[in-house]
């Protein structure tokens, strides 16, 4: 056989030789294809029956289409062996490979209907905005997705779907193909489930992850990690000083590394905590209070929140302490402290240290601290005098 015979033209000897292996390497690869409903294949006639015909897949299993798919307007057969046609992968059922002529109306009705009862996803376009969803073009088909079912997230603004391509999987079908419902969500979550899965296999409590900040709450920020899995930072988990609001720490979109803390499992839901504070490696700030802060430190820090018992001092991030209203309501400056407010610089005293329990008890400077009466000697001046005059006086009875 020529290499004509072979390629259809004569061809530089190179240039056959490549065409050769890409033709060999790509039969090798169909080898191991695994053909899905809705796929689309190029199959050559192999035989011809009354009812049905043979045609190659591509893969070590041929395929079944009607006879009557070959037909003409005349009812004759218009194909012979050996013609290749546009197929799509219509059922599979028991090994075997049903198929259809794309574009036919077996072939989307019938493949849209096995997609249905199988569970199996469909590739559909989005083709424009209706009321209260999206209109989706599937094999030929106009499908309805709820506004709801186009994404796993809460979606106000749908326009950015509209031309593009995604998987759904078809929750509602009618067989004459008038009332198709799609979901992309419903696929999604499964496809969820099982990078769950594989989330907890591969991390273990103590991964240092890479994420995303998707949405914020009171309570802490939502972090999208690998294959759209969620974890939750607790707002006591997005730094070592004390947050009022999240939003003062991260902001939706922010990429963030976070340090996983614990998986379970809520009510048939992965629940992933993490942290943000502890993924920084700059560690526990509490650890060095004792030796930056021990009991008599004068520090300047600055007000965090005022309450009617007192006033809480940051005295560096991450560390803070109490100054209670006891302390300074007797003050001289005690209108100053009482005019403080969030933000406003202060000097304090440590007074007290609880480290287990992770409190700083705070005080006015030199209301404590004066303690210098303890180093003065007995003197013939100032106390020392006055002790040695009350040693000398000799207190008589009286008679």
């Given amino acids: 056989m020529s290499k004509k015979d072979i390629f259809g033209d004569d061809v530089p000897e190179e ?39 043979f045609v190659s897949t591509g893969t070590p299993t041929d395929g079944l289409i ?39 109306m077996s072939a989307t009705t019938d493949s849209l209907e096995d997609a249905f009862d199988m569970e199996l996803p469909v590739e559909g376009r989005v083709t424009e905005l209706v009321n209260g969803g999206l209109r989706v073009n599937v094999q030929g088909k106009t499908a309805f997705c709820p506004i709801s079912q186009i994404d796993s997230k809460f979606v106000q603004d749908a326009s950015e779907y509209v031309g593009k391509k995604f998987e759904f999987m078809i929750t509602q079908f009618d067989k004459k193909g008038r009332n198709i419902v799609v979901s992309r969500r419903k696929l999604l979550e499964l496809q969820k489930a099982e990078f769950e899965g594989a989330f907890m296999q591969k991390h273990e409590p103590g991964a240092i992850l890479n994420g995303k900040i998707t949405r914020i709450e009171r309570f802490g920020a939502f972090v999208e990690l690998e294959g759209g899995i969620e974890g939750l930072i607790h707002v006591s988990e997005l730094g070592w000083s004390r947050i009022s609001d999240p939003h003062e720490v991260v902001s939706t979109g922010q990429n963030v590394t976070v340090k996983l803390l614990k998986t379970e499992e809520v009510e048939g839901r992965l629940k992933i905590s993490l942290s943000l504070k502890q993924a920084d490696g700059e560690g526990n700030p509490w650890m060095s209070v004792p030796t930056k802060f021990p009991v008599g430190t004068v520090v300047k820090g600055k007000v965090e929140k005022k309450e009617v018992y007192g006033l809480f001092v940051n005295l560096t991030p991450g560390v803070t302490g109490l100054l209670p209203k006891s302390k300074w309501r007797d003050s001289v400056d005690a209108a100053s402290y009482e005019n403080k407010k969030k933000g406003d610089e202060i000097t304090v005293q440590v007074d007290q240290i609880l480290f287990e329990e992770k409190k700083i008890s705070l005080g006015i400077p030199g209301e404590a601290e004066d303690m210098s009466w303890k180093s003065h000697t007995t003197t013939s001046s100032g106390l020392g005098a006055l002790a040695a005059a009350f040693k000398d006086i000799q207190i008589k009875p009286k008679k």
Wanted: proline fraction near 0%; aromatic fraction near 4%; avoid cysteine.
């Fill in 15 to 53: 240039k056959n030789m490549q065409s050769f292996e890409e033709l060999f390497a790509a039969s090798e690869g169909n080898l191991n294809r695994r053909l899905r409903v809705g796929d689309e294949v190029k199959g050559e006639i192999l035989t011809i029956g009354k009812e049905e015909s």
């Fill in 66 to 104: 009607l006879t009557k798919e070959l037909l003409d307007e005349n009812k004759q057969v218009k194909y012979k062996v050996g013609d290749v046609l546009d197929l799509v992968v219509t059922a599979i059922r028991d090994g075997e490979i049903r198929l259809a002529k794309r574009g036919s």
